[in-house]
């Protein structure tokens, strides 16, 4: 196999130098030469492990003949940044982290990559940069978290915060119970958040190893999957098979058929178009919408169901719901494997992996259906809908499996709040009365950023007088955490002028998953036709300006300035 950087070697003899003097030896720079790139850092548990399997992906490599350099650029976790202006650096981060990749792997010819991590932005920037510099390369899942005390999530916090910031409901003793049990290990939280739906997606385009998806991060498993991305790296450098040829439109189809199936986190909606985007192509959000009317939802996977993604991937994971749904996926597209998704799933039979991790499900009282369903005995299709309307033009996203029936279609007064921290406040303070509709706005991707609303979002649902009651409509974005009747993502935005700037406390909401609609009914209290409220929002929008940022720096100004609407993926 000719090394693709024997050219460039040949042109500088220090660049052999500097390779030597980082500890190669003579005989590895002749070798070809494998970027392993991972967020390794202290930043979160998604993170803090990724160094050792790196090195596994580093021996992997070296044992089928190549030779592997460590990077790192650390990403950042929305937990850390949850309530304050961090958050607005978040969905930046996606971006930042690309770029890097970008110049690591652009300014050496790498004959291949091997690109890992776990969590929610950093899972699609990698496969950004995997589209964009379309060398040979392998996603490496960095898996789940173990579960916490009876089996709960990191999310408990939504609990612990709203409590905490009520007089006396709650104690120090419980707050330091949670902080020391909330996380218990590394890997990503154990529900099926943003991390954990990216890292199905990875598998799901064919771009993992199958089966590598939410592999718990303390077991022997994941080590080994490291050690054979290393050796599956090699192989597709040998012969050559790019992301392009895996990340197709069949691919794209096939993961958003397996978020249909799962349940996964609205924010592939902004991710996955996003990658696509790297590739030259478009992925409208049509195509969510009419795979979600069809397919059938199986997992029973939190914040839709009452599981964690440890009993999902003992359950067979991401390969048993491919197997469920083979008669929907396109079979015949290519993998990192270098085989089809097709022959994976028959090796993966037949190597055993279905029944091996049974025995783990046996072990918390669990059988594969009371995690993974059959398509015969789904109760809903779907989990996600894309709502359209005067209020949305352009499209808002609710996940409606993790939406109570009776809100799924609902009319309710407006409160309007320019800013996530105020929502929170009067969440706190009993200012929100049930019926109501939160509006946030100046949340999105121009806006502010596009920050998760999640502690407005947990505030709601944990407290027992607004559960079940209460609705939010924003520009922003949620965890894949959020539970409830949460409708996100609305474009245009308010930051752009979008109708979300122009509406007022004491409108009329009424929005409808089944119909999929979000529509402004009336103004101040009093139901209007559709004429009527298209000339009163006209009027008001000749009065009144959006509320644009100004002021702003480096990345984050770059962001705001550029960001592409939350229906084209937020990128810029």
Same mark, same amino acid.
């Given at each position: 196999?000719?090394? #693709?950087?024997?050219?460039?070697?040949?042109?500088?003899?220090?660049?052999?130098?500097?390779?030597?003097?980082?500890?190669?030896?003579?005989?590895?720079?002749?070798?070809?030469?494998?970027?392993?790139?991972?967020?390794?850092?202290?930043?979160?548990?998604?993170?803090?492990?990724?160094?050792? /399997?790196?090195?596994?992906?580093?021996?992997?490599?070296?044992?089928?003949?190549?030779?592997?350099?460590?990077?790192?650029?650390?990403?950042?976790?929305?937990?850390?940044?949850?309530?304050?202006?961090? &958050?607005?650096?978040?969905?930046? =981060?996606?971006?930042?982290?690309?770029?890097?990749?970008?110049?690591?792997?652009?300014?050496?010819?790498?004959?291949?990559?091997?690109?890992?991590? $776990?969590?929610?932005?950093?899972?699609?920037?990698?496969? !950004?940069?995997?589209?964009?510099?379309?060398?040979?390369?392998?996603?490496?899942?960095?898996?789940?978290?173990?579960?916490?005390?009876?089996?709960?999530?990191?999310?408990?916090?939504?609990?612990?915060?709203?409590?905490?910031?009520?007089?006396?409901?709650?104690? #120090?003793?419980?707050?330091?119970?949670?902080?020391?049990?909330?996380?218990?290990?590394?890997?990503?939280?154990?529900?099926?958040?943003?991390? $954990?739906?990216?890292?199905?997606?990875?598998?799901?385009?064919?771009?993992?190893?199958?089966? $590598?998806?939410? @592999?718990?991060?303390?077991?022997?498993?994941?080590?080994?999957?490291?050690?054979?991305?290393?050796?599956?790296?090699?192989?597709?450098?040998?012969?050559?098979?790019?992301?392009?040829?895996?990340?197709?439109?069949?691919? +794209?189809?096939?993961?958003?058929?397996?978020?249909?199936?799962?349940?996964? =986190?609205?924010?592939?909606?902004?991710?996955?178009?996003?990658?696509?985007?790297?590739?030259? &192509?478009?992925?409208?959000?049509?195509?969510?919408?009419?795979?979600?009317?069809?397919?059938?939802?199986?997992?029973?996977?939190?914040?839709?169901?009452?599981?964690?993604?440890?009993? +999902?991937?003992?359950?067979?994971?991401?390969?048993?719901?491919?197997?469920?749904?083979?008669?929907?996926?396109?079979?015949? @597209?290519?993998?990192?494997?270098?085989?089809?998704?097709?022959?994976?799933?028959?090796?993966?039979?037949? *190597?055993? +992996?279905?029944?091996?991790? /049974?025995?783990?499900?046996?072990?918390?009282?669990?059988?594969?259906?009371?995690?993974?369903?059959?398509? *015969?005995?789904?109760?809903?299709?779907?989990?996600?809908?894309?709502?359209?309307?005067?209020?949305?033009?352009?499209?808002?996203?609710? #996940?409606?499996?993790?939406?109570?029936?009776?809100?799924?279609?609902?009319?309710?007064?407006?409160?309007?709040?320019?800013?996530?921290?105020?929502?929170?406040?009067?969440?706190?303070?009993?200012?929100?009365?049930?019926?109501?509709?939160?509006?946030?706005?100046?949340?999105?991707?121009?806006? $502010?950023?596009?920050?998760?609303?999640? &502690?407005?979002?947990?505030?709601?649902?944990?407290?027992?007088?607004?559960?079940? #009651? @209460?609705?939010?409509?924003?520009?922003?974005?949620?965890?894949?955490?959020?539970?409830?009747?949460?409708?996100?993502?609305?474009?245009?935005?308010?930051?752009?002028?979008?109708?979300?700037?122009?509406?007022?406390?004491?409108?009329?909401?009424?929005?409808?998953?089944?119909?999929?609609?979000?529509?402004?009914?009336?103004?101040?209290?009093? !139901?209007?036709?559709?004429? !009527?409220?298209?000339?009163?929002?006209?009027?008001?929008?000749? *009065? *009144?300006?959006?509320?644009?940022?100004?002021?702003? !720096?480096?990345?984050?100004?770059?962001?705001?300035?550029?960001?592409?609407?939350?229906?084209?993926?937020?990128?810029?």
């Amino acid at each position: 196999m000719k090394q #693709k950087s024997e050219r460039e070697r040949r042109l500088w003899a220090q660049f052999d130098a500097l390779q030597l003097g980082s500890g190669w030896a003579e005989e590895d720079i002749e070798k070809p030469q494998i970027l392993i790139e991972d967020v390794y850092g202290d930043s979160h548990p998604g993170s803090v492990h990724l160094n050792r /399997l790196s090195d596994q992906v580093k021996w992997g490599v070296l044992s089928a003949g190549g030779y592997g350099a460590q990077y790192h650029v650390t990403d950042i976790c929305d937990g850390c940044a949850q309530g304050h202006d961090g &958050m607005n650096l978040v969905l930046a =981060s996606r971006e930042a982290i690309c770029d890097m990749v970008e110049v690591h792997a652009g300014a050496v010819p790498w004959d291949g990559m091997v690109l890992s991590s $776990s969590c929610d932005k950093s899972v699609p920037a990698h496969l !950004k940069a995997a589209a964009r510099m379309d060398i040979p390369t392998v996603f490496l899942p960095g898996g789940s978290m173990r579960p916490g005390p009876y089996m709960t999530t990191s999310l408990v916090a939504g609990d612990i915060s709203l409590r905490e910031k009520r007089k006396n409901e709650i104690t #120090k003793e419980e707050i330091r119970e949670y902080k020391l049990t909330g996380c218990p290990s590394a890997g990503a939280c154990t529900f099926l958040g943003t991390a $954990s739906t990216m890292q199905c997606m990875a598998e799901a385009l064919g771009m993992a190893l199958p089966g $590598s998806a939410l @592999v718990p991060a303390t077991m022997r498993d994941i080590s080994e999957y490291a050690r054979r991305a290393g050796k599956a790296v090699m192989n597709l450098a040998r012969i050559d098979l790019k992301p392009s040829q895996i990340m197709t439109r069949e691919a +794209f189809q096939n993961a958003i058929i397996l978020h249909s199936a799962i349940g996964g =986190s609205t924010n592939a909606t902004l991710h996955l178009p996003s990658i696509a985007s790297e590739l030259g &192509m478009e992925l409208p959000m049509e195509w969510f919408d009419e795979i979600n009317h069809e397919i059938p939802h199986l997992c029973n996977l939190t914040p839709s169901g009452t599981q964690l993604t440890e009993s +999902f991937w003992f359950a067979g994971g991401i390969p048993m719901v491919q197997m469920l749904l083979k008669n929907y996926l396109n079979l015949d @597209v290519m993998t990192v494997t270098g085989k089809t998704l097709g022959e994976n799933l028959e090796d993966i039979r037949k *190597e055993g +992996f279905f029944e091996r991790n /049974l025995g783990y499900l046996h072990n918390y009282g669990l059988k594969r259906q009371d995690v993974i369903q059959e398509p *015969e005995d789904a109760e809903e299709k779907g989990s996600i809908a894309i709502l359209k309307g005067n209020l949305a033009p352009e499209g808002s996203v609710i #996940k409606y499996s993790a939406c109570a029936g009776e809100l799924r279609s609902h009319t309710g007064t407006a409160k309007v709040f320019d800013c996530e921290e105020d929502a929170f406040s009067a969440v706190v303070s009993h200012e929100i009365e049930q019926g109501d509709i939160l509006v946030i706005r100046y949340e999105g991707p121009r806006g $502010s950023g596009m920050p998760e609303m999640l &502690m407005t979002t947990e505030a709601i649902v944990c407290d027992k007088d607004l559960n079940g #009651k @209460v609705s939010l409509v924003t520009d922003g974005r949620f965890s894949g955490a959020t539970r409830g009747a949460a409708i996100g993502h609305v474009s245009p935005e308010a930051a752009r002028g979008g109708p979300l700037a122009f509406i007022r406390s004491g409108d009329l909401i009424h929005y409808d998953v089944e119909k999929r609609i979000l529509d402004i009914v009336g103004i101040a209290g009093e !139901k209007m036709t559709p004429e !009527k409220i298209a000339e009163e929002m006209e009027r008001r929008k000749s *009065e *009144e300006d959006p509320k644009l940022p100004a002021g702003r !720096k480096g990345l984050f100004g770059r962001y705001t300035r550029h960001a592409l609407s939350a229906m084209q993926g937020a990128g810029y």
